[in-house]
């Protein structure tokens, strides 16, 4: 059955001229890709992140920084984009501007057709050396289970190559920073989409758009971090809710 959706929440949607689409792990999870904070099935059950994303931590132990991020960079090679990549991709044909934004270090949404998606958090398909910042790729197999492995060794430098994602203590981007950032205060409605909104200054984003006079819309199973702002609170997954959503906005 369609879920109903409130009449004003429907117009605001075909009358915005530029909706900006803010997601986090929540996105990804229909698609096989487990969030960060999910107390049963979470990246971070097994791990303390604090021991894993961090430059320090990188540091201090290498082979398992290394190790997880190759064994999650096949794990999203595997997976595919769900249903609300696919709605959130639909969007740009319905909306005169349409901009993607993501925490996340996935592709699903380049690989569901969004066009100019934002990464504020980087890409783990991007890895660098950790000491000058030369690109590296690999077609190498990695291993089906996190696993200890050595980085390998940049080419010119010999420095250590890092997974290409923004950790704790590291400055976002500040091209994609500062696109997100313009986007969330110049759009007119921002669909805020499977984040916990715990982590900043991505968390900062609803906040700087509903400010600006953005229509504020949360699609999240559970309560996500935005309580306190005015908004539709469309509370489900993804996967669900968007084509719904989609579909009654644009019979
Ligand atoms: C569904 C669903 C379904 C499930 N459908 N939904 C201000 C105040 C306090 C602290 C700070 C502050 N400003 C900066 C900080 C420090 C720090 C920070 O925020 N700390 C907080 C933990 C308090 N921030 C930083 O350090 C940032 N850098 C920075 O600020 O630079 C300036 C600086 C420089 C030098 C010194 C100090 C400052 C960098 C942050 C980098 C974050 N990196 C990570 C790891 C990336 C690499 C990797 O992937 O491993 O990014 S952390 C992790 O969290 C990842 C995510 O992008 C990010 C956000 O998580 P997300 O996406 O919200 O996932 P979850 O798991 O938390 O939530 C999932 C949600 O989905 C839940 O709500 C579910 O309910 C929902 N869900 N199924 C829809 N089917
Ligand atoms: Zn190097």
Avoid at 101 to 113: I, K, P, S, Y
Wanted: hydrophobic share 45%; proline share 9%; with cysteine.
């Amino acid at each position: 059955m369609t879920p109903a959706f409130p009449r004003d929440l429907l117009e605001r949607l075909r009358a915005a001229r530029h909706i900006m689409v803010l997601t986090g792990a929540g996105a990804s999870a229909e698609s096989g890709i487990p969030t960060f904070r999910d107390a049963l099935t979470g990246l971070w059950k097994r791990f303390d992140p604090t021991q894993l994303a961090t430059a320090k931590a990188f540091e201090a132990d290498p082979e398992l920084v290394w190790g997880w991020y190759e064994w999650r960079r096949t794990l999203v090679a595997r997976c595919a984009p769900n249903p609300g990549h696919d709605a959130i991709a639909r969007l740009q044909g319905l909306a005169p501007q349409v901009t993607v934004v993501t925490q996340n270090v996935d592709d699903l949404h380049e690989r569901a057709g969004s066009a100019a998606v934002i990464h504020v958090h980087g890409s783990i398909g991007a890895p660098r050396c950790f000491d000058c910042a030369r690109g590296w790729s690999s077609r190498d197999p990695v291993p089906a289970d996190p696993a200890r492995l050595a980085p390998p060794r940049c080419a010119d430098c010999g420095g250590m190559i890092r997974p290409g994602v923004v950790w704790f203590g590291e400055s976002l981007p500040p091209r994609e920073w500062a696109a997100a950032e313009s986007a969330a205060r110049s759009c007119d409605l921002i669909l805020v989409v499977g984040t916990s909104s715990l982590v900043y200054p991505a968390a900062d984003l609803p906040r700087l758009a509903a400010a600006s006079g953005a229509v504020l819309v949360e699609v999240n199973p559970d309560l996500g971090g935005l309580d306190g702002l005015d908004g539709h609170f469309l509370r489900g997954a993804a996967g669900e809710v968007l084509p719904a959503l989609i579909a009654a906005a644009w019979p």
